[in-house]
């Protein structure tokens, strides 16, 4: 007994143990910077970066894009009742707030837009990144979970988390689906586009271009974020929805209807600009738009609806093609470029500062033993 206290009484050793590791007698290398392996170093970046910079520019120029404003002159009022009074939807909606106004914008595509094509609105001044609007949202909810009043609803969705009876004390109040600030705002503008053909004898004929509203968001999003409940009964549409969230598809489809809505999910997902695009609809690739869109003239026919001008925003139709590297973005070529051509051109000043004040290594080592007592 009196051994086995001696033994526990002894003091434990901090000291590592006495292996390489951790005595920290393991081999190292340590680079010595030296003219002779840092001027190359910025000439091979250079060399590197700047040909893989062009290629990145050219691809990305490679991509068609059109962009189409409709914010304000463009967008006229195509309706007699309303032209009469306004000049533009615009001005229509800011007097109008809930209503919609049509018009209608020509616009012309010099060369063909070959392959696939994607539509896109865009949206500046929207700050989705705003930290209450992101959080503003009740993922159970949308992950299908029962929610029989508004205050079971993610606090965050206030004040949109749904309808109170001030007449009643207490009201638990019927919920709002979805809840929350994002779906509250949810882009509902209507875009569709045709082709203009020559004129006839009757004017210019116009071929519609079937739009497909399927397969534009995240698979991951749709797969694992949002599903639908057995039933949206005991709920209402936000404040600013025209139509309850069962019905958000245009053409009825049940799997693209509620929570599983394509549109809603895309929006769902908050830009982290305050100028962002999102994509609307993918081309179809039937009849005479087989190999993408052909040059010509088309018209973008609009369900003007949403209202951008009272926080100084502007709204725009985007069609692109893509590549390899995505969308059309020059920026990373830039990027590349830039930093190549400023590599080199530090390897260079380097070199001329080497060739007129440098010394070699060997002399700059017996230099210090020279000078040096020990």
Same mark, same amino acid.
């Given at each position: 007994?009196?051994?086995?206290?001696?033994?526990?009484?002894?003091?434990?050793?901090?000291?590592?143990?006495?292996?390489?590791?951790?005595?920290?007698?393991?081999? +190292?290398?340590?680079?010595?910077?030296? +003219?002779?392996?840092?001027?190359?170093?910025?000439?091979?970046?250079?060399?590197?970066?700047?040909?893989?910079?062009?290629?990145?520019?050219?691809?990305?120029?490679?991509? &068609?894009?059109?962009?189409?404003?409709?914010?304000?002159?463009?967008?006229?009022?195509?309706?007699?009742?309303?032209?009469?009074?306004?000049?533009?939807?615009?001005?229509?909606?800011?007097?109008?707030?809930?209503?919609?106004?049509?018009?209608?914008?020509?616009?012309?595509?010099?060369?063909?837009?070959?392959? #696939?094509?994607?539509?896109?609105?865009? %949206?500046?001044?929207?700050? &989705?990144?705003?930290?209450?609007?992101?959080?503003?949202?009740?993922?159970?909810?949308?992950?299908?979970?029962?929610?029989?009043?508004?205050?079971?609803?993610?606090? #965050?969705?206030?004040?949109?988390?749904?309808?109170?009876?001030?007449?009643?004390?207490?009201?638990?109040?019927?919920?709002?689906?979805?809840?929350?600030?994002?779906?509250?705002?949810?882009?509902? #503008?209507? @875009?569709?586009?045709? %082709?203009?053909?020559?004129?006839? *004898?009757?004017?210019?004929?116009?071929?519609?271009?079937?739009?497909?509203?399927?397969?534009?968001?995240?698979?991951? #999003?749709?797969?694992?974020?949002?599903?639908?409940?057995?039933?949206?009964?005991?709920?209402?549409?936000?404040?600013?929805?025209?139509?309850?969230?069962?019905?958000?598809?245009?053409?009825?489809?049940?799997?693209?209807?509620?929570?599983?809505?394509?549109?809603?999910?895309?929006?769902?997902?908050? +830009?982290?600009?305050?100028?962002?695009?999102?994509?609307?609809?993918?081309?179809?690739?039937?009849?005479?738009?087989?190999?993408?869109?052909?040059?010509?003239?088309?018209?973008?026919?609009?369900?003007?609806?949403?209202?951008?001008?009272?926080?100084?925003?502007?709204? &725009?139709?985007? @069609?692109?093609?893509?590549?390899?590297?995505?969308?059309?973005?020059?920026?990373?070529?830039?990027?590349?470029?830039?930093?190549?051509?400023?590599?080199?051109?530090?390897?260079?000043?380097?070199? *001329?500062?080497?060739?007129?004040?440098?010394?070699?290594?060997?002399?700059?080592?017996?230099?210090?033993?020279?000078?040096?007592?020990?």
């Amino acid at each position: 007994m009196e051994s086995s206290s001696s033994t526990d009484d002894k003091p434990k050793s901090r000291r590592p143990k006495d292996t390489r590791f951790k005595q920290q007698k393991l081999p +190292a290398w340590q680079p010595i910077m030296t +003219a002779g392996t840092v001027l190359p170093a910025f000439v091979a970046i250079g060399v590197v970066f700047i040909p893989l910079g062009v290629a990145l520019l050219i691809t990305s120029n490679s991509v &068609q894009e059109i962009v189409v404003d409709y914010t304000l002159e463009d967008c006229r009022p195509s309706g007699q009742n309303i032209s009469r009074n306004y000049s533009t939807c615009a001005a229509f909606l800011e007097q109008n707030v809930g209503q919609i106004c049509n018009c209608v914008i020509e616009f012309t595509l010099d060369s063909d837009f070959l392959g #696939d094509v994607y539509m896109y609105y865009g %949206l500046t001044n929207f700050y &989705q990144n705003h930290r209450r609007y992101v959080r503003s949202r009740d993922d159970e909810q949308l992950l299908g979970m029962y929610k029989p009043t508004a205050n079971s609803l993610n606090g #965050d969705c206030a004040p949109y988390r749904g309808f109170y009876n001030s007449s009643i004390p207490g009201d638990a109040g019927i919920p709002y689906a979805p809840c929350g600030a994002i779906a509250n705002s949810l882009f509902n #503008d209507t @875009l569709t586009i045709s %082709l203009v053909n020559g004129s006839t *004898v009757n004017g210019s004929t116009t071929h519609p271009v079937t739009l497909i509203n399927t397969g534009i968001a995240w698979s991951t #999003d749709v797969n694992s974020k949002f599903k639908n409940p057995d039933s949206f009964a005991g709920t209402l549409p936000p404040p600013y929805w025209s139509k309850p969230v069962d019905q958000l598809d245009p053409n009825s489809n049940k799997t693209n209807n509620g929570y599983e809505n394509e549109d809603l999910i895309v929006w769902m997902r908050t +830009a982290a600009l305050p100028t962002f695009r999102k994509l609307y609809r993918r081309i179809s690739r039937t009849g005479q738009f087989a190999q993408g869109l052909p040059a010509g003239t088309y018209q973008l026919q609009i369900s003007y609806a949403y209202p951008v001008t009272p926080f100084g925003g502007k709204k &725009q139709m985007i @069609l692109t093609t893509t590549s390899w590297l995505g969308g059309k973005n020059p920026f990373l070529g830039i990027a590349y470029i830039v930093v190549g051509s400023i590599s080199i051109l530090i390897g260079v000043t380097f070199f *001329v500062v080497h060739l007129k004040w440098g010394h070699r290594p060997i002399d700059v080592i017996h230099d210090i033993n020279r000078r040096t007592a020990y």
